[in-house]
């Protein structure tokens, strides 16, 4: 019998596996992307309740063994429970969505900047306002393709090596993975246009994938640029469809906006 090991790790997911018993899959610090088993999880008295939800951060002591399908986990305490993602849709769904890339792409192997990046991405998507949740995860997504050993070329052309002029849209073919100037066009590939603006916010979280809280305001037409450019890019290289999630963080996002356009309305009546 291996002795118990103890990490850190995300929870990605539970289900229940018997009356009492829970199984969760964990992304962690020492060993990647694992299931375990919580067992007497749903007794009344269980050391587990509130400690092993989707999304939290818990310090959990693990009895690992090799080539073992399910692990077995003693003990699991929630470090960060990350209270904002509960609190608003918006902000859950992005927290959600980095869930789930962590699910769809990452195996049994540790990666301590990944883990470091989606904790830190956690955390600043729950602290941030909600308005930048969004711009937070595409940053998340563009460091985690990164540590997955794809990283895009977004400071020079691919064509003529040059770094593009300030004021100039250039296309970023996601299968190349590198940006091409207006001089440069050429046919093919997966081509995204990317304004000047979408362009140095994709070099600034290049080097910095968490947001400072003061950070400059985006242009939402800009944002749209890096997603659809970025979810473009990791599903050609990473394989598999688009992540679930963002479909939800869309939906939530469209209702909120007509909320805030209708409340706007009804405040204008009022006036
Ligand atoms: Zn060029």
Same mark, same amino acid.
């Given at each position: 019998?291996?002795?118990?090991?103890?990490?850190?790790?995300?929870?990605?997911?539970? +289900?229940?596996? $018997?009356?009492?018993?829970?199984?969760?899959?964990?992304?962690?610090?020492?060993?990647?992307?694992?299931?375990?088993?919580?067992?007497?999880?749903?007794?009344?008295?269980?050391? *587990?309740?509130?400690?092993?939800?989707?999304?939290?951060?818990?310090?959990?002591?693990? =009895?690992?063994?090799?080539?073992?399908?399910?692990?077995?986990?003693?003990?699991?305490?929630?470090?960060?429970?990350?209270?904002?993602?509960?609190?608003?849709?918006?902000?859950? #769904?992005?927290?959600?969505?980095?869930?789930?890339?962590?699910?769809?792409?990452? =195996?049994?192997?540790?990666?301590?900047?990944? /883990?470091?990046? #989606?904790?830190?991405?956690?955390?600043?998507? $729950?602290?941030?306002?909600?308005?930048?949740?969004?711009? +937070? /995860?595409?940053?998340?997504?563009?460091?985690?393709?990164?540590?997955?050993?794809?990283?895009?070329?977004?400071?020079?052309?691919?064509?003529?090596?040059?770094?593009?002029?300030?004021? +100039?849209?250039?296309?970023?073919?996601?299968?190349?993975?590198?940006?091409?100037?207006? +001089?440069?066009?050429?046919?093919?590939?997966?081509?995204?246009?990317? $304004?000047?603006?979408?362009?140095?916010?994709?070099?600034?979280?290049?080097?910095?994938?968490?947001?400072?809280?003061?950070?400059?305001?985006?242009?939402?037409?800009?944002?749209?640029?890096?997603?659809?450019?970025?979810?473009? *890019?990791?599903?050609?290289?990473?394989?598999? $469809?688009?992540?679930?999630?963002?479909?939800?963080?869309?939906?939530?996002?469209?209702?909120?906006?007509?909320?805030?356009?209708?409340?706007?309305?009804?405040?204008?009546?009022?006036?």
């Amino acid at each position: 019998m291996p002795g118990p090991a103890v990490t850190e790790a995300i929870c990605l997911t539970v +289900q229940k596996f $018997s009356e009492t018993s829970k199984i969760a899959i964990l992304y962690t610090r020492a060993w990647g992307r694992i299931s375990v088993i919580a067992k007497g999880a749903y007794r009344p008295k269980s050391q *587990f309740w509130g400690h092993l939800e989707p999304l939290s951060v818990a310090e959990c002591v693990i =009895y690992k063994k090799p080539n073992e399908r399910l692990q077995l986990l003693s003990s699991c305490r929630a470090i960060a429970p990350w209270t904002g993602l509960t609190g608003s849709l918006t902000r859950a #769904a992005f927290g959600f969505a980095v869930g789930e890339f962590l699910y769809r792409h990452t =195996y049994e192997e540790n990666d301590p900047e990944l /883990f470091g990046l #989606a904790c830190s991405t956690l955390e600043s998507i $729950s602290r941030l306002p909600e308005r930048l949740a969004a711009r +937070q /995860f595409w940053g998340f997504m563009l460091g985690a393709v990164g540590c997955l050993g794809f990283r895009p070329e977004y400071d020079v052309c691919d064509g003529c090596g040059r770094k593009p002029a300030p004021d +100039q849209r250039v296309v970023f073919d996601a299968i190349a993975g590198k940006i091409i100037c207006r +001089q440069c066009r050429r046919e093919g590939g997966r081509p995204h246009v990317l $304004s000047p603006e979408a362009l140095n916010e994709l070099i600034k979280r290049q080097h910095q994938p968490i947001l400072d809280p003061n950070e400059a305001e985006l242009n939402p037409a800009a944002l749209e640029e890096i997603a659809a450019s970025i979810e473009d *890019f990791t599903v050609y290289h990473l394989g598999g $469809s688009r992540l679930r999630s963002l479909g939800f963080a869309r939906r939530v996002g469209t209702v909120e906006q007509v909320n805030h356009r209708k409340s706007k309305e009804t405040d204008e009546m009022e006036a």
